[in-house]
C-alpha cells in the first residue's frame, strides 16, 4: 500500500472517529435534557451556554446519585408526615411564612430520613425531581426574604375563637343570667357540641384545601358559614319562641312582677348572646 493510500485510511478512521464522538456527545446531550429537563437549561445557563460542562456537570451528578443508598420510610412513619403536612396546609391559611418555614423543617427532616446526603442535596434531588425543583427554588428564595425582612403577615383569627373577656356578658352579674351556653365563642354560643364540632372539622377541610385550589377553598367556605349562619339562626329561632311560652312568659295583664322580671331577665340573656356572638 503506497505511502497516499495508508494517509487516505487515517484520514477515514480520523474523520469517522471525531463524527462518532459527535454524535456520542449530541446522544449524550439529548439523555441529559430528557432526564433533568427545565434543570438542564439552568445549569447551562449557569455555565454560559456551554454544553461540555453542563453535560460534565449532570453527569457527575447522576453518578452522585447512584452512590446514595436511599431507604423507604415504614408506614407508620410515612402517616406521619403526611400528617405533619396536613397541619401545615391548614397553617398556611393562618399564618404563611410560619407555615413555609414548617415546610421547610418538614422536608429537610424527610430527606433526612430517606438518606440525601446534606452537601449536594439538591444536586442529587434534581436527578429524580428535577420537574419539581424550580418551585422548590422559588418557594426558599421567598421564604429566604420573608426571614430576613422579618415580614409581617395578616394573622386571622382561628376557628372557633377563645372567649373574650371584654364580652358585653362580663358586665352581667352571673346570678342573673339564664343557664350557660356551650363552651367557646360566636357560633358556639348557640349551637350545641355535636354542630360546633361538625363545622369546626369541615372548615379543618376547607383550610387544608387552600394550598391546592385556593379559589374552590374560598367558596366551600362561604357555602360553610351560610349553613353555619343558617344554624345559628334557626337556633335563635328557637330560643325566642322559648321566650313566648315559658314559665316567666307576659302572658297576660295578669302577669306579677316576679314574671315579667324573669321574662325581662331571659330576653336579656339572649340579647347578650347575640351581642358577644
Known sequence: ?????????????AAAAAAAAIVLQRLRTRRLRTRFGPEYERVLRS??????????????????????????????????????????QVLFVEDPPRAAAEAERTLQSLLDRIGYPSPGRIEALSVDHARRLPAYRTAREILGRAEGAGADTDRRVPFPRQPDAS????????????????AGDGFGRWLDRQQVA????????????????????????????????DLVAEAVRRRREGLHTGPGTPA??????????????????????????
Not at 1 to 12: D, G, N, P, Q
Not at 48 to 65: C, N
Not at 261 to 271: H, N, T, W
Open 1 to 13: 500500500m503506497s505511502t497516499v493510500a495508508v494517509l487516505l485510511v487515517v484520514l477515514l478512521i
Open 252 to 277: 297576660g295583664p295578669d302577669a306579677g312582677t316576679e314574671e315579667l322580671r324573669l321574662a325581662l331577665r331571659d330576653y336579656r340573656g339572649v340579647l347578650d348572646r347575640l351581642l358577644a356572638s
Open 167 to 182: 364580652s358585653p356578658r362580663a358586665d352581667v352579674a352571673a346570678a342573673d343570667l339564664p343557664d350557660p351556653p356551650p
Open 47 to 88: 455555565h454560559g451556554g456551554d454544553v461540555r460542562r453542563t453535560d460534565r456537570e449532570l453527569a457527575e451528578r447522576l453518578a452522585l446519585r447512584r452512590g446514595l443508598r436511599l431507604t423507604g420510610l415504614p408506614e407508620a412513619e410515612r402517616e406521619r408526615f403526611t400528617t405533619s403536612i396536613r397541619g401545615i
Open 198 to 229: 361538625t363545622v369546626s372539622a369541615e372548615w379543618e377541610t376547607v383550610q387544608a384545601g387552600f394550598v391546592d385550589d385556593p379559589a374552590d377553598a374560598v367558596r366551600r367556605a362561604d357555602a360553610l358559614v351560610a349553613r353555619a349562619a
